[in-house]
């Protein structure tokens, strides 16, 4: 059974681990590409984290999303859909891999941010078995993790060696293979956020 509250706390787990999603891939673009970052476009994807994070904190306390920080956060919702969609748009699978690293290390950054979401979550409602199966993944997703900094730094630096090539492979097939569930939970928050199960 999940209530208006986890709901509400799904959604915005959902709305952060995408903007990490995009926060992550600039970065590491720019890494690899050796480019300049955009700053404005930095600037508002911290601001926005800050402001899902800020909603998010009262409601793992025990409060619930009050009306006008949902209202704050629905313009978000659209852009944050159409920049994942280009975010998979623009990822060319024919491209070599070393320009490929940025897309799978965001996934998988972006799945790291939204299990430990998913873990603060369990513990704030109250279902300790759900927040120790989500603490029994922390190993393998801190494996994760190494693998994509280790394929953004390396390919920053030049070509993948087949050790790292494989890494980029395997986040690159996870990455598309989760497309839809993506696109789908960001499309879903309006509902979310009012505490509403999206599939009624």
């Not at 480019?35 to 800020?54: N, P, Q, S």
Request: hydrophobic share 45%; with cysteine; glycine share 8%.
């Amino acid at each position: 059974m999940i209530g208006a509250r986890e709901w509400q706390l799904i959604g915005l787990n959902n709305l952060y681990m995408n903007l990490q999603r995009l926060h992550v891939y600039d970065r590491a673009s720019t890494m690899i590409s050796g480019t300049a970052e955009d700053e404005a476009r930095t600037a508002a994807l911290r601001g926005w984290m800050d402001a899902v994070v800020a909603a998010m904190e009262p409601v793992l306390q025990g409060g619930e999303l009050d009306q006008a920080t949902r209202d704050s956060l629905l313009p978000l919702v659209p852009w944050l859909r159409d920049e994942v969609a280009r975010y998979y748009a623009l990822h060319d699978p024919a491209a070599p891999l070393r320009e490929q690293a940025a897309f799978g290390a965001a996934h998988v950054l972006a799945c790291d941010y939204q299990t430990k979401g998913e873990r603060a979550i369990a513990e704030a409602v109250d279902k300790p078995e759900e927040a120790d199966r989500l603490l029994q993944r922390v190993p393998m997703m801190m494996a994760l993790v190494r693998q994509a900094n280790t394929a953004v730094g390396t390919c920053a630096q030049g070509e993948p060696s087949d050790e790292i090539a494989g890494y980029i492979t395997e986040h690159v097939r996870v990455a598309r293979g989760d497309e839809s569930r993506m696109l789908l939970q960001i499309g879903a928050a309006p509902v979310t956020l009012q505490g509403r199960d999206p599939r009624e």
